[in-house]
Structures are given as structure tokens and as C-alpha cells.
């Protein structure tokens, strides 16, 4: 299996043996997965969110309507926890509430934070990324998923009958 880390294709072998309990196999295999860019033609609102401590970037494109997230694109930069959450948000969010989001989105960094289990129902997949927990430098890159897509629903909330944003920031 190979990870792909700030654009270069390195075999499971390079990664150290000290980081094996927080890179599994799972976490692996889901940033493996990622399609790195995979953004909307026409997105409703479009949003980049971004990690000062480690420099994780993610860019969310979002189509909303009858009350749920019809269509759901990004472009991660990101280490792997980050492609994990992505590669998870992009399986999941899709037919989602805003209620349902933020929700999710509050479990998750109670989970981060020790306070509580990973998030339930269809957000299960999330518990992959427990072993983050112990290593708070990573807690942003595995919340920015979930940011970008609060984020483009506040500002699409926000945005009262012109519902086409572009937002950076």
C-alpha cells in the first residue's frame, strides 16, 4: 500500500514504526483511497478552510436544496488523518441535514477531546480516526472537513436568495 504525502507516492515501509497506532491500516487505506481533487462544476457555494498549525487545506464546493446536501465536492491537501476525514465526509455527507452535520461535527471533537465516543448512525465510519485523539497537533486536519462543510452551509444560510458564494478564508 502507498500513501500519497505532500504530493509524493511513498510505500507503507517509509512510515515509522512510532506512528503505526496512529496511521493504521483503516486510516491508511481511506486517505489511499481519496481522489484528492474531485470538485463541482457549478457548486451552490464553494469554501476553503485551512489549518494554521500544520497547514492542511480543504476546499468544500456544496449544491443545498430541500434541506439536505444534494452534491458534495473538494480538494484536499492534507496529511493522512485529513484525506481520512475527507475521504469519510465525501461517503457520508451527501443527503445530509445541517442538524445532522453540525451534529456530527460536535461529536467528533468531543471524540478529539476525550469527552465522548465517536459519532453514531450513518457517522460511524468516523471511529477509524479515534487513535487521533491522542495527538491534538492532528485535531484540526481531521476537523476540516467538517469545518468546510458548516462553514458553506452558514454562509449559504446567511446568503438569503443569492445563494451562489465563493468564499476563501
Excluded at 500513501?3 to 493504521?24: E, H, K, Q
Excluded at 448512525?121 to 477509524?128: L, P
Excluded at 491522542?134 to 484540526?140: E, K, N, V
Amino acid at each position: 500500500m502507498e500513501i500519497v504525502y505532500l504530493g509524493v507516492s511513498l510505500p507503507r515501509a517509509y512510515i515509522p514504526a512510532m506512528t503505526d497506532s496512529l496511521y493504521n491500516e483503516k486510516i491508511l487505506a481511506l486517505a489511499a483511497d481519496l481522489k484528492k481533487v474531485d470538485r463541482l462544476n457549478n457548486p451552490d457555494v464553494s469554501v476553503t478552510v485551512s489549518s494554521a498549525l500544520c497547514g492542511s487545506r480543504v476546499k468544500v464546493d456544496l449544491v443545498f436544496g430541500d434541506g439536505v446536501v444534494k452534491d458534495y465536492g473538494q480538494e484536499v491537501r492534507a496529511c493522512a488523518l485529513g484525506q481520512s476525514s475527507a475521504a469519510l465526509m465525501k461517503q457520508i455527507v451527501v443527503g445530509k441535514t445541517p442538524v445532522s452535520i453540525r451534529k456530527a461535527a460536535g461529536q467528533m471533537r468531543d471524540m478529539l477531546a476525550g469527552k465522548s465516543d465517536p459519532p453514531d448512525g450513518d457517522w460511524a465510519g468516523y471511529a477509524a480516526l479515534l487513535p487521533a485523539r491522542d495527538h491534538r497537533s492532528r485535531h484540526a486536519s481531521v476537523m476540516l472537513p467538517f469545518d468546510g462543510v458548516v462553514k458553506a452551509i452558514d454562509l449559504l444560510e446567511n446568503a438569503g436568495e443569492d445563494k451562489t458564494v465563493d468564499h476563501a478564508g
